[in-house]
């Protein structure tokens, strides 16, 4: 069994954050992050929350589907970010559309968030027991974000992509992995505050992680990076031995966007021109789960993926995670 993408949507903030803005409070250059990451600008909220960035996403996919928000039975959001612990991002996305029929909660799996979404709903389209399922993946990156730390801050960025998923037939294979002995290389530590129990300088228990940064995003870079150039080819090899085609008839590879030197190292060991990665670094940064959807959906709107094509989508990111999933596009 394999999927339908009936219909894609994607939501950035208007807000544009030149390289040149981090000049004006880091030591830092556009020519460096340029060369180094191929980031030129990126987006950032000036209030939107996750979920209405997811929302408004959202809308847009249940428009390119021609489905009602009544018609939806599943709504997962793979954020990391989310506004609330509880209500989900998916929970507030449900109610913001008014689809009164589904059940929704989130997922998180960082970067690679999106790819096991797709994975997740085709598992629950399979059982035949739901029909269309909407994934979400919006984050608010900036929230998070250590800016005064050059080497992650000008990473991190914001907004949201949206799928409208159905049961398809056609060749389809996913590679989902998890690799927790590099947890500590990529980390954000939630907030905890004094109780009358509990305070908030106690020792940590566990003592996994060498910078004990709370609320904001710790990234050994280098570590980050030679994972990344290794999961990235692995996981869109295993997904399409799974779907039965080789990697180098892909028409289309839509991978997370952490740096475009990750995305050249991965085209030249997948035998794929770069023609074939799908690239929005350069104007929107790294928005973790959102970036695959949001590359997806702007692939389609652009007439780069069409029906019948081979598609690989590809996240890497923290926990370790990583994952890709490979299939025949068809959106009806
Ligand atoms: N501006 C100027 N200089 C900088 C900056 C900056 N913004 N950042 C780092 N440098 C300096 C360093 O201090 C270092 O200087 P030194 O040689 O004097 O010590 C030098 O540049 C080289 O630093 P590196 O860390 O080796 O730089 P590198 O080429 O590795 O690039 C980067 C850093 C861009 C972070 C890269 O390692 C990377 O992309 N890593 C992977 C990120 C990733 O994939 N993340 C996963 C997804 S994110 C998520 O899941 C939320």
Request: proline content about 4%; some cysteine.
């Amino acid at each position: 069994m394999s999927i339908i993408i009936a219909g894609t949507g994607s939501y950035l903030p208007e807000r544009v954050v030149t390289n040149a803005e981090f000049e004006t409070f880091l030591d830092t250059s556009d020519e460096w992050i340029v060369a180094r990451t191929g980031m030129k600008e990126r987006r950032v909220t000036s209030g939107e929350p996750s979920w209405k960035m997811g929302e408004l996403a959202a809308r847009k996919a249940l428009d390119a589907a021609g489905i009602a928000p009544e018609e939806l039975d599943l709504i997962i959001c793979t954020t990391v970010t989310p506004d609330y612990l509880f209500p989900s991002c998916a929970c507030m996305i449900q109610g913001a559309i008014g689809a009164r029929g589904a059940f929704a909660f989130d997922a998180a799996a960082a970067c690679a968030g999106s790819v096991y979404g797709i994975d997740m709903a085709r598992r629950y389209l399979a059982t035949g027991d739901i029909n269309t399922v909407l994934l979400v993946g919006a984050e608010t990156l900036s929230q998070v974000a250590n800016y005064e730390d050059r080497g992650s801050c000008i990473l991190f960025s914001d907004g949201a992509g949206a799928a409208v998923i159905k049961r398809g037939d056609g060749p389809y294979g996913s590679c989902l992995r998890s690799d927790a002995s590099g947890a500590h290389q990529l980390y954000c530590k939630h907030i905890r505050k004094d109780t009358p129990f509990y305070k908030s300088d106690a020792p940590f228990d566990g003592g996994l992680f060498e910078a004990e940064l709370v609320g904001t995003t710790y990234m050994n870079g280098q570590e980050v990076y030679k994972f990344a150039t290794a999961a990235m080819p692995e996981a869109v090899i295993g997904a399409c031995e799974r779907a039965g085609f080789a990697p180098e008839t892909l028409d289309m590879v839509v991978p997370h966007q952490a740096n475009l030197r990750i995305l050249e190292t991965a085209a030249k060991r997948l035998k794929l021109p770069m023609e074939k990665i799908s690239v929005t670094i350069h104007k929107y940064g790294n928005n973790s789960s959102a970036s695959v959807l949001i590359g997806l959906d702007e692939c389609i709107r652009e007439g780069k993926i069409k029906e019948g094509h081979r598609v690989s989508l590809v996240g890497f990111g923290a926990g370790l995670t990583y994952g890709a999933a490979a299939f025949e596009y068809h959106s009806k």
